[in-house]
């Protein structure tokens, strides 16, 4: 097992390892005076993972009950936190009582959230079954709901307890869900490692604990310097503004790691177009993305894909902040007009 210590408002420890979910219950314990605790779910991960981490509650002395929903991004809205939150209030919970999000992104995002309003605060732990939860949204304490105009532009940074990543959960996963957390693995890798992003390419032949465990120290170094995403915390949004713009389009039929990995491409090509970046790295990240089962282009309109842009929650007044890749292992925050968008997005695709 590995553990890393994670030092913003809330410290907290992540451990990654085998079996973790037979043990949630005496490792919560060991943090939490909590009588109560409410496993946040979805109808995918619960009836694989419920029962052990609700027999592993009990087992410590807590009382747990659940609060399941329909699997999907569509169902990160405020009308589930409501629901939620009177499950919550009709079941007493105090604020000393606690939540477990058991489940990929929308779980964590949703659960995290809840526990950001819910008596103006209580605490939560983070058990992600995904790949990319694991490696990303289960860390940092970003919380939130989408609206309809986009993704998580209702939240809170509110920091977990505890993160528990059990990597026997990832056994369970399809490709498609093994390739969303590639995405973002070679993302890190492409921000300061060349050597992870050397790794994640050739992740077949690679131990998965100490991939997944490089990639959340470098998640750690991040949010520790940059809690609330003034800064380099930006960094972390490597191919996720266009990206955002690539899944938006696509109705959110394509997964956000692969909407990650088309906009993780375009970024790129449009940096070496520019002369921006070093001459050859669009092709090695397309290569990297290539060896994951990730794709690299996309057909929408790049005028389309500028507007869902621009009204992604990233700008700033008539500037967005553009992260963009110079070379493997360095890539730096990029101020333009939002009026040069467009041609930035052209130059990629
Ligand atoms: N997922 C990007 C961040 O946590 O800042």
Do not use: W
Not at 24 to 47: Q, T
Not at 59 to 84: C, D, H, M, W, Y
Not at 115 to 126: C, E, T
Not at 313 to 326: Q, R
């Amino acid at each position: 097992m590995q553990t890393i210590h994670v030092n913003t408002s809330t410290a907290y420890e992540v451990q990654i390892g085998q079996g973790l979910l037979t043990s949630a219950g005496e490792k919560i314990a060991a943090l939490s005076h909590a009588k109560r605790v409410m496993i946040v779910s979805d109808d995918i991960v619960y009836p694989l993972y419920g029962e052990t981490v609700t027999k592993s509650l009990a087992a410590a002395g807590f009382a747990p009950s659940s609060f399941v929903f329909q699997n999907g991004e569509e169902r990160k809205r405020l009308s589930t936190i409501e629901a939620l939150l009177e499950q919550m209030a009709a079941e007493h919970f105090s604020r000393s009582d606690l939540i477990v999000a058991l489940g990929g992104g929308v779980v964590g995002d949703m659960a995290g959230f809840a526990a950001s309003i819910f008596l103006r605060g209580i605490a939560y732990v983070q058990i992600p079954t995904t790949l990319l939860a694991a490696v990303d949204s289960s860390v940092g304490g970003k919380t939130a709901v989408d609206l309809s105009r986009g993704k998580n532009l209702c939240g809170a940074f509110h920091q977990p307890r505890l993160v528990l990543c059990d990597t026997d959960t990832l056994k369970t996963l399809k490709p498609i869900n093994i390739e969303d957390g590639l995405a973002e693995m070679l993302k890190y890798g492409v921000i300061c490692d060349a050597d992870l992003f050397a790794k994640v390419k050739n992740y077949r032949n690679e131990d998965m604990e100490a991939l997944i465990a490089r990639c959340v120290e470098i998640k750690r170094d991040v949010v520790s310097g940059d809690e609330f995403d003034r800064g380099m915390r930006q960094l972390l949004n490597l191919g996720h503004t266009v990206g955002h713009a690539v899944e938006a389009a696509s109705n959110f039929t394509l997964t956000h790691g692969h909407g990650v990995a088309t906009g993780l491409a375009i970024i790129a090509r449009a940096a070496e177009e520019k002369g921006m970046a070093k001459a050859g790295m669009a092709k090695e990240i397309e290569d990297a993305l290539i060896a994951c089962n990730l794709p690299t282009v996309t057909d929408f309109d790049p005028a389309l894909l500028a507007e869902l842009t621009l009204s992604d929650k990233k700008t700033d007044g008539d500037n967005i902040n553009l992260i963009v890749p110079l070379a493997i292992g360095n890539t730096v925050i990029h101020r333009i007009l939002k009026a040069e968008i467009l041609d930035f997005i052209k130059a990629g695709m």
